[in-house]
Nanobody, 135 residues
Framework: EVQLVESGGGLVQAGGSLRLSCATS????????IGWFRHAPGKEREGVSC????????YYSDSVKGRFTISSDNAENTVYLQMNELKPEDTAIYYC????????????????????????????WGQGIQVTVAS
């Protein structure tokens, strides 16, 4: 059974940091893409950041690029999201999700092409964790 369990959320002041963890089990970690999504009241769900541990390729939404960092610990089957310079608009429920097979798309950024994991249409979801950023 695929399981994804988020931890590390909470309340933080604007400008602060949090690190979310997603502990996974029940599947071969390297065969999946893992991503972080968020859903704020009145807004559509957003794919924040995704990673394929098989090659280390990552994707970030424009809203978090430069502030958030996704990483994976393949030995522990865990994905992390380090969130720095948090803003009140980052307040949301954050979900960890997984998809197989992973898909990649070529993106042009900073004058070069990169293959990044597709950060949509994920199959499996955690229960979510609240992140609140106070102004």
């Amino acid at each position: 059974e695929v399981q994804l369990v988020e931890s590390g959320g909470g309340l933080v002041q604007a400008g602060g940091s949090l690190r979310l963890s997603c502990a996974t089990s029940g599947f071969t970690f390297e065969n999946y893409a893992i991503g972080w999504f968020r859903h704020a009241p009145g807004k559509e769900r957003e794919g924040v950041s995704c990673i394929t541990s098989s090659d280390g390729n990552t994707y970030y939404s424009d809203s978090v690029k430069g502030r958030f960092t996704i990483s994976s610990d393949n030995a522990e089957n865990t994905v992390y999201l380090q969130m720095n310079e948090l803003k009140p608009e980052d307040t949301a429920i954050y979900y960890c999700a997984a998809r197989t097979p992973p898909r990649w798309i070529r993106r042009f950024y900073g004058g070069e092409y990169y293959y990044t994991p597709v950060c949509e249409d994920y199959n499996y979801w955690g229960q979510g964790i609240q992140v609140t950023v106070a102004s």
